[in-house]
């Protein structure tokens, strides 16, 4: 898939941007701060409706738009499928000043009827390479979950609903624990939400099992090239609850990988989680909070068998992640059928000689893939000769 017109309106330092896009590479180049990385950021906020900088979307609305009565932003894509030569996605980010309070309101069009945050999971499809992916080893728990969460939810629609109602149950039976810890409410008022908290969880536990397989199995050849075949990289989830693959009610409550041998299905994991929901209640009701559940999982990575994280040297991370995100590429592909569009800021000029070499080689079909960099001299002469390269500077782009 790719891009054919992106349209911003008081998109971060784009006042206004008008621009017809190539299929093939686009090498973006220019000094710091000029709005290399808000261009990317405004094309991956049109695939998820998140961006991978921001909490608050009010932040992406140009700082001079304030001043207007209603800030927004606009962004606009045209994008061309396999399944669709034309697409129009559209997000209108409005700022509602009710008091000091700063909330803002999206409205979301698919060629130009409205919809909702769910209905975009499909329409443009992204991978982002940055050169942060190496907090995903390095960095917390919550980072490694998002990344999952990231993942599923641009290709599968169940999940992301699952992953939605899951994000509202937690807090609300959080609540109920804290009032039956004070007495104001009965245990038995539990139930209720323990079913549904384990049939959406259960969706969770399985996407996120299967989504690690499956790229586990892919990053271990890129990590065997890239090492000369000296190091295997292995991939593990660590699901908070560890349900058990015979379904004979034995429960393990330790922190271990999950046995990745045979996909678990939904239904398997439901009842499992439940039971370990209701065996940990009296202790819940004591902390006032949830302490199991996909909330909780983790996922390791592994070199020869020694954990990245506490042992990995930093190139060591640096390759592992690359494998990852390469994993990530070819998993997508095979889910969609087709080329995501690649977005890959400032990562190529991070990378030694062999590692550049290798991903741009791998990269090289895609349908539509935007670099960013402040030195192009970093690309190779064949690899300038293919691309579009343009300049960017104070929130403009000139193609020519
Ligand atoms: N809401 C906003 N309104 C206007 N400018 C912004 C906004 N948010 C960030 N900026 C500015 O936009 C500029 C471009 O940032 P960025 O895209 O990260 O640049 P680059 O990737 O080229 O280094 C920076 O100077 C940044 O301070
Ligand atoms: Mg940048």
Known sequence: MYIEYLSLVNFRNYARLELTLPQGPVLLHGANAQGKTSL?????????????????????????????????????????????????????????????????????????????VMDLVGQINVVLF????????EGSPAERRRYMDATLCQTDRAYCESL????????????????????QSGLEELAFWDV?????????????????????????????DLTGRREMLEISYQPSFTPTLDGDGQMSFNVRGLDLHRQMEPEEIAPQFL???????????????????????????????????????????????????????????????????????????ELDADRRVYLLDRIDGATQSILTTTDPGVFSASFLQKAAVWQVAEGRISTG
């Not at 940055?130 to 080893?137: M, Q, T, V």
């Open 40 to 116: 990317l950021e405004a094309i991956y906020y049109l695939a998820t409706c998140n961006s991978p900088y921001t909490v608050s979307d009010w932040q992406m609305i140009n700082w001079q738009a304030e001043q207007d009565i209603i800030p927004f932003a606009r962004l606009s894509a045209d994008v061309v499928t396999s399944r669709s030569p034309l697409e129009r996605v559209e997000i209108t980010l409005v700022q509602d000043r009710n008091g000091s309070d700063q909330h803002t309101r999206k409205d979301i069009r698919l060629n130009g009827v409205p919809k909702r």
């Open 130 to 137: 940055l050169p942060r992916d190496l907090s995903l080893i």
């Open 164 to 183: 939605d109602t899951y994000e509202k149950l937690l807090p609300q039976r959080n609540a109920l624990l804290r009032r039956i810890g004070e007495g």
């Open 196 to 224: 549904q908290l384990a049939e959406h969880g259960a969706r969770l536990i399985a996407g996120r099992q299967r989504l690690l397989r499956e790229l586990e199995s892919i990053a271990q050849h890129s990590h065997l």
């Open 275 to 349: 039971q370990a929901l209701e065996i940990g209640r009296e202790e819940h009701v004591e902390r006032g909070m949830t302490l199991l559940g996909p909330h909780r999982d983790e996922l390791r990575f592994q070199i020869n068998q020694r954990d990245v994280g506490l042992y990995g040297s930093r190139g060591q991370t640096r390759t592992a992640i690359l494998s990852l995100k390469l994993a990530e590429l070819e998993w997508m592909r095979d889910c969609i059928g087709e080329w995501p569009i690649l977005l890959l800021d400032d990562v190529v000029a």
